[in-house]
């Protein structure tokens, strides 16, 4: 699939840019078009965020920009200078998991897992802003992220258990 | 003094109506001997006369008659004072050869009417009132201690007037609050005048010159009228060097104020470079240091240029009796007493009409600045409008306003005002005012006011005016005129139109003479201009009209250099390519004197005489003020030069028969800067000017007809169409679902995104991107000004956004899944999951609802990847993803259940084709 849109940039266009990315300051050296989900994935190796679609359709790519969910395979480099980008591995570590990766875990809300990055990122921006989601505020947040394993069920239930979570875990 | 506070930080309240209140004009320092002769005065104009303490007032129920009323009362007191008279003091001094000497005089109590509105009215609850002295700290204890109420009970709002923070203001602010009370009615100052004149200043200047006209000593001598025996008590400055310059100040009280000094030197300045031929700036210029006084320098040099100081641009008058005039004062100061303090400077040019019959005075224009620092002032700071009109109204003796001329930015950068007696607004205009909170307002001084007036009297008539004020009596006895009759307005306004007659009847002959010569000469080459000709301030401003015009959009090519030209610009008639404007004397404009851009811009004819084409729309550009030209050509010269040769732009015979424009331009060409409609606001006329001019906004949405010409009258700004988007109207014809009001307008055009209207995008991007950096009041006067055009229906309800009819929707499954897919996730109803960026809603997006698909498929083929500003965010193109018949498809979704009012488009496959091998 092609990246007509985002690639229209000359590629020799090449400037040294700083990006913060989960709390830290990254440098690269590559065309300000060029989409932000190339550069986490292959720049900085940071595979959290998945190419899907590379349209902005499925979800999977999902990234936080300012805390808003951010569709990175359709974004430029440039749109993320001045934000802050949060992407899954600034969220928890395998010894410490965040709440909602703890909450996904235990609802085993995963099939083949692709479509988790966006799901728990989509969550989080909604936690954010609705600490107490009901299942139809969740069902809408997740509209658009697209599974095709069909653990639909689990991911609603897990992203209630999230809410849980944190709501009886204020340290988090 | 907090809830005080308090009760002035809210901003929306109205300003009281005239309605129901009652005028008054106050008199100070009233003595009580002169009761019986005002309570006679009072009875004349039907008025009452109320006393207060050391003050009085006359208070009626019209303006008009309570000033009338307090001039005739402190006009004839006045005359009962012996030993009043000027007439020596302000007739001409001959004086001949290199040594000169001149005496001037200088009232110390202003006995002119000082304009200072303050309103007082009592809402039940507390008593508000209105003034320019809210930001004075002693005002709610002087309110206390006059009424005896609590502070509490007062609450103050900002009123910005001509007397703001003047001591003028507090007195207006007490006497509105005792009127009120005595008279039990909501009360409105108009001014204040002193009843008693205090004497004057004498002050004296003398000089002589070198055969170079370099001065060689200076001299000057001021004293109050009776001089005391005391040692002189300060030396007071000249700014101009002097080979030998003494200074004597008999001034005990220190009752002379820096004006009058100014004054003194500054008329005496003019008087012997116009005694010596040469010309009152240039020779301040060579007395003032070139490393020492750069700034002073740089801003004299800014107001020259902004004012057009050399540029003879008077017309001939019909009318022999009006004389105008123009002239220049500066002033500078700096601490004596600590060397390290920054100098400030300030300087006026005044442009004025002496009706030599009545001695009316009439201000046109003044061009007005201040700066501070040694060198390198960078940018210069306007004088407020309210210090211009209250200089002006105290020094003519008559209540004059000011407003920033058209091609000014309002605010504190304004440097040219338009100015115009009070009395011709109406009331009600005059009352329109600008509650704010109470501000600190830096004092500016205008002490060269009095100067550039005098030096303007002078320029005008030939007389030499040596004490202010300028009345128009003793204007008119000075000139030996003839009586004029009492009421001077309506002469005012017959004389105006008589000027604008002249002015079009010598505009016509100009574009006579324009079609009777097709054949265009060249304008000689000239060495480039170094970047120091123009001042910083200069240059600045020619930035921004560069940026409001857009050059470099056109005239950069795709990664080429900033303004290189060859962009290839696709017309109806062909491609054209852009030229390069960077000042390279082989490639660019390098060797073009201004002159030469000058006809470009306003003409379409370029250095060598070959016509351009008008897809460079110097139709618009001819609009641009004399100063905004001069300050583009000083920006555009001062960048670094490329050489760069863009392709040549071929189009087909007979089109490529350049001769061909003259004739397209005697039919379509009309030429002249633009004429501000005095009826309509200040800000209505500057959004005019942006729009219509530098913006050029009518050539991409006026329609344009088979030769290539904007449709004007009924069809301007209708819609027309830019690089293969629609560019949509922009007037009440509109497709748009929601009205545009002037603040949907503000957001678009700052922002890019307007809630109910969509987003910028196409070749409308980068008109955001460059308005974005501009001053906001501009891009408010140009949302002012088109939201002006669409006339507000009243009772309109509004608009209600249709529902999809689902008959309609039958049959477009194919769309709708491809919108769901697709498109959903930013655009559907609910607004998407919130992802990055603007996701405006399509029920609201202008494009779904225009008569033709382009703008839409344009977006949806190629997306936005270039959004106007960052906050925006993108959308990616799918013109890989989906062909022309899915494109169709979605398309007509969209419209159908969208905009469910609006017919469906037909051929979408084929235009979607176009469409997508235009280049975007």
Redesign the interface.
């Known amino acids: ?2 990246m ?3 690639s ?1 940039g ?1 590629a020799l ?1 090449v400037e040294p840019l700083a990006l913060n990315v989960n709390g830290r300051t990254w440098s690269v050296e590559v065309a300000r ?1 060029t989409p932000l989900l190339y550069v986490l994935r292959n720049d900085f190796e940071l595979n959290g965020p998945k190419y899907g679609c590379g ?3 499925c ?1 999977a790519c999902t990234v936080l ?2 805390g ?4 990175s395979c ?3 480099v440039a ?1 993320a200078l ?1 934000r802050e980008v949060l992407t899954l591995e600034g969220l928890g570590t395998l010894d410490a998991l965040h709440p909602i990766q703890r909450a996904f875990i235990d609802e085993q809300a995963a099939q083949c897992g692709y479509c988790l990055n966006g799901m728990i990122m ?1 969550a989080k ?1 909604l936690l954010d802003r609705n600490p107490e989601p009901d299942d139809s505020a969740i069902r ?6 697209l599974c095709r394993c069909g653990t639909h069920l689990e991911i609603v239930n897990a992203v209630k258990r999230a809410a849980h979570y944190l709501k009886t875990e204020p340290g988090r | 003094m907090n809830d005080i506070r308090e009760a002035s930080a809210c901003g929306t309240v109205t300003v009281p109506s005239e309605e129901g209140m009652l005028h008054a004009c106050v008199l100070g320092e009233f003595e009580p001997g002169w009761q019986g002769h005002a309570s006679h005065v009072a009875a004349e104009h039907g008025v009452l006369w109320i006393e207060l303490g050391k003050s009085a007032a006359f208070v009626g129920e019209s303006g008009t008659s309570v000033r009338d009323a307090a001039l005739q009362a402190v006009r004839s007191v006045r005359n009962d004072e012996p030993g009043r008279g000027d007439a020596e003091s302000t007739a001409p001094v001959p004086h001949a050869g290199l040594q000169c000497q001149a005496h001037y005089a200088w009232p110390l109590i202003d006995g002119a009417f000082v304009p200072c509105t303050a309103l007082a009215r009592d809402n039940g609850e507390r008593i508000e009132v209105f003034s320019a002295a809210s930001g004075d700290p002693h005002l709610p204890g002087a309110l206390a201690d006059a009424t005896g109420l609590p502070v509490t009970r007062f609450a103050l709002y900002s009123l910005d007037t001509a007397a703001h923070g003047d001591q003028d203001a507090t007195s207006a602010a007490l006497a509105a609050v005792a009127l009120m009370r005595k008279t039990g009615r909501s009360i409105r100052v108009e001014g204040f005048l002193s009843v008693r004149a205090g004497g004057s200043a004498t002050l004296s200047v003398g000089a002589s010159l070198d055969a170079g006209g370099r001065l060689l000593d200076w001299h000057y001598k001021a004293a109050v009228a009776e001089p005391s025996r005391a040692t002189p008590s300060r030396h007071v400055q000249s700014p101009y060097a002097a080979r030998h310059s003494t200074s004597l100040i008999d001034d005990e009280q220190d009752s002379i104020p820096r004006a009058a000094h100014a004054f003194a030197r500054e008329s005496f300045v003019d008087e012997i470079a116009r005694g010596n031929r040469i010309d009152p700036v240039d020779f301040r210029l060579d007395h003032l240091d070139t490393v020492e006084d750069a700034g002073a320098r740089e801003l004299i040099d800014s107001l020259a240029q902004r004012a057009g100081w050399n540029r003879d641009v008077r017309k001939k008058e019909g009318h022999s009796a009006l004389a105008p005039g123009r002239g220049f004062a500066f002033d500078a100061r700096e601490d004596a007493l600590d060397g390290n303090r920054t100098p400030e400077y300030s300087a006026w040019i005044v442009d004025l009409d002496v009706d030599r019959l009545t001695g009316d005075v009439n201000i046109r224009r003044v061009v007005a600045g201040h700066a501070q620092g040694r060198r390198g002032l960078g940018a210069i700071m306007g004088v407020p409008a309210r210090r211009i009109a209250a200089a002006s109204s105290r020094l003519l003796g008559m209540p004059f306003a000011a407003e920033p001329s058209h091609d000014e930015t309002a605010g504190s950068r304004a440097v040219s005002y338009r100015i115009h007696p009070v009395q011709a607004l109406a009331n009600a205009e005059a009352l329109q005012v600008q509650v704010t909170e109470p501000v600190h307002v830096p004092h500016i001084d205008s002490s060269p006011a009095a100067a550039a007036i005098a030096n303007a009297l002078y320029d005008a008539t030939g007389v030499r005016f040596r004490a202010p004020p300028f009345t128009p009596e003793r204007v008119r006895a000075v000139l030996g005129g003839a009586k004029a009759p009492r009421d001077a307005v309506p002469q005012r306004r017959r004389r105006s139109l008589r000027t604008a007659f002249a002015a079009g009847v010598l505009g016509s002959l100009i574009a006579l003479a324009c079609t009777a010569w097709p054949v265009r000469a060249p304008i000689a080459p000239i060495d480039r201009p170094t970047s120091s000709t123009w001042s910083e301030a200069t240059v600045a401003r020619g930035r921004e009209v560069a940026a409001f015009g857009d050059c470099a959009v056109c005239h950069t090519a795709p ?1 080429g250099a900033t303004n290189a030209g060859g962009l290839a610009l696709e017309t109806p008639f062909g491609t054209v390519y852009s030229t390069n404007l960077t000042p390279d004397p082989k490639t660019g404009i390098g060797n073009w004197s201004f002159a030469a851009f000058d006809r470009a811009m306003r003409q379409g004819i370029s250095r060598d005489g070959h016509h351009l084409y008008p897809a460079f729309p110097y139709t618009a550009f001819t609009k641009l003020s004399e100063a905004d030209m001069t300050a583009l050509y000083a920006y555009l010269m001062s960048q670094p030069a490329i050489e760069s040769a863009p392709p040549q732009t071929r189009l087909p015979f007979p089109l490529n028969q350049r001769a061909l424009v003259a004739g397209w331009n005697a039919l379509y060409l009309k030429q002249g800067a633009f004429v501000p409609n005095p009826s309509r606001s200040a800000q209505w006329n500057r959004g005019a000017y942006l729009v219509d001019g530098a913006g050029h906004c009518s050539a991409c949405h006026s329609p344009r007809n088979a030769l290539g010409a904007e449709k004007g009258a009924s069809r301007y700004l209708t819609g027309g169409s830019a690089e293969g988007w629609v560019a949509p109207s922009l007037v009440a014809n509109s497709k748009s679902p929601v009205r545009w009001t002037e603040d949907a307008l503000f957001d678009y055009l700052r922002t890019g995104f307007s809630r109910e209207h969509g987003v910028a995008a196409g070749p409308m991007a980068p008109v955001v991107a460059g308005l974005s950096t501009l001053p906001e009041a501009d891009v408010r006067a140009m949302a002012h000004y088109v939201a002006s055009l669409s006339p507000v229906i009243a009772g309109a309800a509004p608009a209600v956004v249709p529902k999809a009819d689902a008959i309609r929707l039958q049959g477009l499954d194919n769309g709708r899944r491809i919108f769901e ?2 498109c ?3 655009h ?1 109803e ?1 607004g ?5 960026g603007v996701r405006p809603l399509l029920a609201l997006n202008t494009s779904v609802s225009e008569a033709s698909p382009e703008n839409l498929l344009h977006v949806i083929l ?2 936005i ?1 270039a959004p106007a500003t ?1 906050e925006l ?9 989906f062909d022309d018949r899915q494109v169709a498809d979605l398309a007509s979704y969209i419209r159908a259940r969208f905009a469910p009012g609006e017919a469906s488009w037909g051929d979408l496959a084929q235009v979607s084709g176009k469409v997508r091998n235009q280049a975007h």
């Open positions: 699939m092609s007509h849109a985002i229209a000359s266009d078009s349209l902005g359709q979800g920009l300012d808003g969910p951010t569709r359709v974004v430029p749109a001045g989509s921006a809408q947040a997740l509209r658009f992220n | 990664d897919g697709a959903a996730v930013c559907s609910t998407g999951v919130g992802n990055f190629h997306g990847d960052g965010g993108y959308m990616p193109g799918f013109s890989d993803a």
